[in-house]
């Protein structure tokens, strides 16, 4: 047997070829790598920068809108909004501090910033100080002589800079995670090839990876199906945002809009009455005739004081309207906070702080829950079922004691808690209505607004989730809270 010299000679030249080019381009990817998380750590970093200076700007803001709205209508209402940002700004400015302060070399100049960021916040207080004590003049006087719109310009010109040049040098770590993946890449490849020719192995790694291209077409094609079922559902939520911003509109134009007429025509009717008491008070002598007297005895006990009543009803409903609208704009903004529950606990516990009422009037509560853990917002949950519950016995059938059911089946990923009664029932044109905002479905013989069933659905899309209803008019209703059993897997799929 002889060898082979020519075929020995160009393997032992292939064996240490491919060897040193195999070390090369493992070396050149270690390299590679290390840049690719030192780039990826520094956007990272300008990321939290800019969200930091975000949270700053939009904490002023917050602040401003609360001293304005206080100033403008005395309402304490507007100093919550004003006194929680007032009370995180001075941890957002650490916090931006300490995210700029972990950059090594960072571009962003804070000097300048701090300075009328806390002569801002004195403008603010004193001006506040100043109504509540009553002179609400002096307050206004301080907010028409614009410092505090200079300090506020000033103060968002600086974080605009600073959000800005993290802007700049997040998309310049991302040219370069971009062109060090392709290079990663590239050099992958290249080991590929030069795994190859070392090991010649040519019919079993062709096999292989013919086997690995049918189990990542197989994959595709399983990817393509999710991709596509995704695809439908968000272009689904895009078309279900798109008809709740429809809704919210014309709640804005016609909701609105209808006390805004009375409080403009019933000034209009106190601007009449006025000149009827103006004649009566500013004759200085001359004589008045009776239908004068009369006309303006009758304008002082009778239409200014219906004016005003009026106007003062009007405005009420305008304040209840936009509180309405800003407890749902917060439920969208609240950031939801998962924990391990037991179902069967929640519900019990809605169910107890009502049986009192249940009790009153005879009902009866049957709790169909196994065992059954959730991981999910404890707060919306709780609110979801308590809305529930107080629906099934506020709009309860006259005819016949209450039965209220709360069962749960999972399906998947999903639950469907379902709460049933046998109240009065829902007619069918009305089972998407009494989702929304302000509009009531039936007999108007509950107090309400229009807002509990509301506020349920804006609770069940924050939780990925959604709400449902079936009913019989005259035999009762089941409303079923579609939800993740998991709260974080939807989160993740929102953040994707």
């Given at each position: 047997?002889?060898i082979?010299?020519?075929?020995?000679r160009?393997?032992?030249?292939?064996?240490?070829?491919g060897?040193?080019l195999l070390?090369s381009v493992v070396?050149?990817?270690?390299v590679l790598?290390?840049?690719?998380?030192?780039?990826?750590?520094?956007?990272?970093?300008e990321?939290t920068v800019?969200?930091?200076?975000?949270?700053?700007?939009?904490?002023?803001q917050?602040?401003?809108?609360?001293?304005?709205?206080?100033l403008l209508?005395?309402n304490?209402?507007?100093?919550?909004?004003?006194?929680?940002?007032?009370?995180?700004?001075g941890a957002?400015?650490k916090?931006?501090?300490?995210?700029?302060?972990?950059?090594?070399?960072?571009?962003?100049?804070?000097?300048?910033?701090?300075?009328?960021?806390?002569e801002?916040?004195?403008?603010l207080e004193?001006?506040?100080?100043?109504?509540?004590k009553?002179?609400l003049?002096?307050a206004?006087?301080?907010?028409?002589?614009?410092?505090?719109q200079?300090?506020?310009t000033?103060i968002?010109?600086?974080?605009?800079?600073?959000?800005?040049?993290?802007d700049?040098?997040?998309q310049?770590?991302v040219?370069?995670?971009?062109?060090?993946s392709?290079?990663?890449?590239?050099i992958?490849?290249a080991?590929?090839?030069?795994?190859?020719?070392?090991?010649?192995?040519a019919?079993y790694?062709?096999?292989?990876?013919?086997?690995?291209?049918?189990?990542?077409?197989r994959?595709l094609i399983?990817?393509?199906?999710?991709?596509?079922?995704?695809v439908a559902?968000?272009?689904?939520d895009?078309v279900r945002?798109?008809?709740?911003?429809?809704?919210?509109?014309?709640i804005?134009?016609?909701?609105?809009?209808?006390?805004?007429?009375n409080?403009?025509?019933f000034?209009?009717e106190?601007?009449?009455?006025?000149?009827?008491?103006?004649?009566y008070?500013?004759?200085?002598?001359v004589?008045?005739?009776?239908?004068?007297?009369?006309?303006?005895?009758?304008a002082?006990?009778?239409?200014?004081?219906?004016?005003?009543?009026?106007?003062?009803?009007?405005?009420?409903?305008?304040?209840?309207?936009?509180?309405?609208?800003?407890?749902?704009?917060?439920?969208?903004?609240?950031?939801?906070?998962?924990e391990t529950m037991?179902?069967?606990?929640i519900?019990?516990?809605?169910?107890?702080?009502?049986q009192h009422?249940?009790?009153?009037?005879?009902?009866?509560?049957n709790?169909?829950l196994?065992?059954?853990?959730?991981?999910?917002?404890?707060?919306?949950?709780?609110?979801?079922?308590?809305?529930?519950?107080?629906n099934?016995i506020?709009?309860?059938?006259p005819?016949?004691?209450?039965?209220?059911?709360?069962?749960?089946v999972?399906?998947?990923?999903?639950v469907?808690i379902?709460v049933e009664?046998?109240?009065?029932?829902?007619?069918?044109?009305d089972?998407?209505r009494?989702?929304?905002?302000f509009?009531?479905?039936?007999?108007?013989?509950?107090?309400?607004?229009g807002?509990?069933?509301?506020?349920?659905?804006?609770?069940a899309?924050n939780?990925?989730?959604?709400i449902d209803?079936?009913?019989?008019?005259?035999?009762?209703?089941?409303?079923?809270?579609?939800?993740?059993?998991?709260l974080?897997?939807?989160?993740?799929?929102l953040?994707?």
């Amino acid at each position: 047997m002889t060898i082979n010299k020519p075929f020995v000679r160009n393997s032992l030249i292939m064996l240490f070829c491919g060897s040193a080019l195999l070390v090369s381009v493992v070396l050149s990817a270690i390299v590679l790598i290390a840049q690719t998380q030192k780039t990826f750590d520094r956007l990272v970093q300008e990321r939290t920068v800019r969200t930091r200076a975000s949270d700053l700007l939009r904490l002023l803001q917050d602040a401003e809108t609360g001293q304005r709205g206080y100033l403008l209508t005395l309402n304490p209402g507007f100093l919550k909004p004003y006194e929680d940002a007032v009370q995180q700004i001075g941890a957002a400015e650490k916090r931006l501090t300490a995210a700029v302060s972990d950059l090594n070399d960072h571009p962003h100049d804070m000097s300048g910033l701090y300075g009328p960021i806390d002569e801002k916040l004195r403008e603010l207080e004193s001006t506040v100080d100043l109504a509540q004590k009553g002179d609400l003049d002096a307050a206004r006087r301080t907010v028409s002589e614009g410092g505090g719109q200079e300090l506020m310009t000033q103060i968002r010109d600086r974080m605009q800079m600073i959000i800005g040049a993290s802007d700049a040098a997040i998309q310049a770590n991302v040219g370069k995670h971009a062109v060090f993946s392709d290079r990663l890449q590239f050099i992958i490849i290249a080991a590929f090839i030069a795994i190859l020719v070392v090991l010649g192995g040519a019919i079993y790694i062709i096999m292989r990876h013919v086997r690995s291209l049918t189990e990542a077409r197989r994959e595709l094609i399983t990817l393509n199906e999710e991709l596509e079922q995704r695809v439908a559902e968000r272009t689904q939520d895009v078309v279900r945002a798109n008809q709740e911003i429809q809704r919210y509109a014309y709640i804005v134009t016609h909701d609105l809009r209808a006390p805004l007429v009375n409080i403009m025509g019933f000034a209009s009717e106190l601007d009449m009455s006025l000149k009827d008491v103006s004649a009566y008070v500013l004759a200085d002598g001359v004589p008045l005739s009776q239908q004068q007297v009369l006309d303006a005895r009758t304008a002082v006990t009778e239409d200014m004081p219906e004016a005003l009543a009026f106007i003062r009803s009007s405005t009420s409903r305008m304040d209840g309207l936009i509180n309405a609208i800003l407890k749902i704009s917060r439920d969208g903004r609240r950031q939801l906070k998962p924990e391990t529950m037991d179902l069967r606990d929640i519900a019990s516990g809605c169910v107890a702080s009502q049986q009192h009422r249940i009790d009153e009037i005879g009902g009866e509560v049957n709790l169909a829950l196994p065992p059954f853990k959730l991981f999910s917002d404890r707060m919306s949950i709780e609110q979801i079922l308590a809305n529930l519950v107080d629906n099934a016995i506020k709009y309860r059938s006259p005819d016949r004691p209450l039965r209220l059911r709360i069962e749960a089946v999972r399906r998947g990923r999903l639950v469907d808690i379902i709460v049933e009664d046998n109240g009065r029932g829902i007619e069918p044109d009305d089972l998407e209505r009494v989702f929304e905002l302000f509009r009531r479905a039936g007999p108007q013989d509950q107090v309400g607004e229009g807002i509990g069933l509301a506020h349920v659905r804006s609770l069940a899309r924050n939780l990925g989730g959604e709400i449902d209803v079936r009913s019989v008019p005259g035999e009762g209703s089941a409303f079923i809270l579609t939800t993740p059993i998991d709260l974080t897997h939807a989160l993740r799929s929102l953040s994707a």
